[in-house]
């Protein structure tokens, strides 16, 4: 008979070669090209390859993982069947046939095709057998801190093979001015580029779902989003050299949003010098200062206000410089053109502290936003914030 692919036939090897899975191997998709000629009236299924066991007339092919000792093993937990003929069904020509498998990355295989013929002549033709695998980033999902660089050694590679690259992961938080990013290889010379996006499922490659794509020839890469989309994004860094290097990802948005809850005293700290991005500090100075890039969001519900008559809010200066503290309800304090917009914003007495209590119309259930501004233009400052809640009356203050 001939082959589905090309003009000649070959017998197939009686000796097993055994398959690994890649490593990265999300799904992989087995093909092959299958044909049967049956002398017998029909198919039977006799329970195992053993010619003694009558009727047993069968083709079978198998997957079996891990590698059996016994090639002969005919099902069980490590046998997964491809394709069985069944009664009634007759011989065909060629077919193509087709299963996915899923969950065998790094797993070794054995692709077995048999048959017993007890009942007469039984013929089975194979050809043209492929597996291709999707094959995914092994080093994923590294979670980025704000403005924390974060060091990783990438082999050479490329985003064909998958083999020279990592993922990171930054969360932007909702109303954000700008995220900034920065990927610095250890060696000036290295060839590294990065890809950002905001969707990238495991069996992806990031080439495909890219957003941004820095390819610098050089060992440094920086990117700026303003008004960038709120959400989690991936950061695909490709080392294109010819060695592994070492690779350090900073990311950072603008503003960093972190909890605070009533009672709790939290540090934080103005650093208009040191500490940031170079290319960011630019947008956190204002008319008289600079502003922390972090602010401190407190969530206020009704139950919690029911039994409260005020919120005192305490701003410590731990450096003895002059502070300022902004408020805003329900989103987050916003800078433009040196200009903070904000609700509320009262200063420290004599560069050390700042205290008050918000009640009647101020207290109102929602989002509070804080964030501190110096007025130094020294090196860091820092400040300490408390908020709690008081059942006590407090002096109310009125906006105009």
Same mark, same amino acid.
């Given at each position: 008979?001939?082959?589905?692919?090309?003009?000649?036939?070959?017998?197939?090897?009686?000796?097993?070669?055994?398959?690994?899975?890649?490593?990265?191997?999300?799904?992989?998709?087995?093909?092959?090209?299958l044909?049967?000629?049956?002398s017998?009236?029909?198919?039977?299924?006799?329970?195992?390859?053993?010619?003694?066991?009558k009727?047993?007339?069968?083709?079978?092919?198998d997957?079996?993982s891990?590698?059996?000792?016994?090639?002969?093993?005919?099902?069980?937990?490590?046998?997964?069947?491809?394709?069985?003929?069944?009664p009634?069904?007759?011989g065909?020509r060629?077919?193509?046939f087709?299963?996915?498998?899923?969950?065998?990355?790094n797993?070794?295989?054995?692709?077995?095709?048999?048959?017993?013929?007890?009942?007469?002549?039984?013929n089975?033709?194979?050809?043209?057998?492929?597996?291709?695998?999707?094959?995914?980033?092994?080093e994923?999902?590294h979670?980025?801190?704000?403005?924390?660089?974060?060091?990783?050694?990438?082999?050479a590679?490329?985003?064909?093979?998958?083999?020279g690259v990592?993922?990171?992961?930054?969360?932007?938080?909702?109303?954000?001015?700008?995220?900034? %990013? #920065? /990927?610095?290889?250890? =060696?000036?010379?290295?060839?590294v580029?990065a +890809?950002?996006?905001q969707?990238? @499922?495991?069996?992806?490659?990031?080439?495909?779902?890219?957003?941004?794509?820095?390819?610098n020839?050089?060992?440094?890469?920086?990117?700026?989003?303003?008004q960038?989309?709120?959400?989690?994004?991936?950061?695909?860094?490709?080392?294109?050299s010819?060695?592994?290097q070492?690779v350090?990802?900073?990311?950072l948005?603008i503003?960093d949003?972190?909890?605070?809850?009533?009672?709790?005293?939290?540090q934080?700290?103005?650093?208009?010098?040191?500490?940031?991005?170079?290319?960011?500090?630019?947008?956190?100075r204002?008319?008289?200062?600079?502003?922390?890039?972090?602010?401190?969001?407190?969530i206020?519900t009704?139950?919690?206000?029911k039994?409260?008559?005020? %919120? #005192? /809010?305490?701003l410590? =200066?731990l450096s003895?410089n002059?502070?300022? +503290?902004?408020l805003?309800?329900? @989103?987050?304090?916003e800078?433009?053109?040196?200009?903070?917009?904000?609700?509320?914003?009262?200063?420290?007495?004599d560069?050390?502290?700042?205290?008050?209590?918000?009640?009647?119309?101020?207290?109102k259930?929602?989002?509070?936003?804080f964030?501190v501004?110096?007025?130094a233009t020294?090196p860091?400052?820092?400040?300490?914030?408390?908020?709690?809640l008081?059942?006590?009356?407090?002096?109310?203050?009125?906006?105009?």
């Amino acid at each position: 008979m001939q082959p589905s692919n090309s003009c000649f036939s070959a017998p197939l090897s009686e000796s097993p070669e055994d398959i690994k899975f890649p490593d990265n191997a999300i799904k992989c998709d087995l093909r092959f090209d299958l044909a049967v000629f049956n002398s017998a009236d029909d198919f039977v299924d006799g329970g195992s390859f053993d010619f003694a066991d009558k009727p047993n007339q069968q083709v079978r092919v198998d997957l079996i993982s891990p590698v059996p000792t016994d090639p002969f093993i005919y099902a069980g937990p490590t046998v997964t069947n491809i394709f069985t003929t069944a009664p009634k069904s007759g011989g065909f020509r060629y077919k193509t046939f087709s299963r996915e498998i899923t969950g065998v990355a790094n797993k070794a295989f054995r692709l077995r095709f048999a048959e017993v013929d007890t009942n007469g002549p039984l013929n089975a033709y194979v050809d043209n057998v492929k597996l291709s695998c999707v094959l995914g980033i092994q080093e994923r999902n590294h979670a980025l801190k704000f403005n924390e660089g974060l060091k990783k050694t990438i082999k050479a590679g490329s985003f064909v093979d998958l083999d020279g690259v990592r993922v990171f992961a930054y969360q932007v938080p909702e109303r954000a001015a700008l995220f900034a %990013l #920065r /990927v610095r290889a250890t =060696s000036p010379q290295a060839n590294v580029d990065a +890809l950002i996006g905001q969707a990238l @499922r495991p069996e992806e490659n990031p080439r495909e779902r890219a957003l941004f794509a820095l390819t610098n020839s050089l060992g440094e890469e920086f990117l700026i989003l303003f008004q960038p989309q709120p959400g989690p994004y991936w950061i695909a860094v490709e080392n294109l050299s010819n060695a592994d290097q070492e690779v350090e990802v900073i990311a950072l948005a603008i503003f960093d949003i972190q909890a605070l809850l009533s009672g709790q005293s939290i540090q934080g700290q103005v650093n208009p010098d040191v500490g940031l991005l170079p290319q960011v500090r630019q947008y956190l100075r204002t008319q008289g200062g600079f502003l922390s890039p972090t602010q401190h969001r407190i969530i206020l519900t009704e139950e919690q206000l029911k039994t409260s008559r005020g %919120l #005192r /809010v305490t701003l410590r =200066s731990l450096s003895g410089n002059e502070l300022k +503290l902004h408020l805003r309800y329900e @989103r987050a304090v916003e800078l433009s053109g040196g200009r903070v917009h904000s609700d509320l914003t009262l200063g420290t007495r004599d560069g050390k502290e700042l205290e008050f209590v918000l009640a009647g119309n101020l207290l109102k259930p929602g989002s509070l936003f804080f964030v501190v501004e110096s007025l130094a233009t020294g090196p860091l400052q820092s400040y300490e914030l408390r908020a709690e809640l008081l059942k006590l009356e407090g002096v109310e203050l009125v906006l105009k």
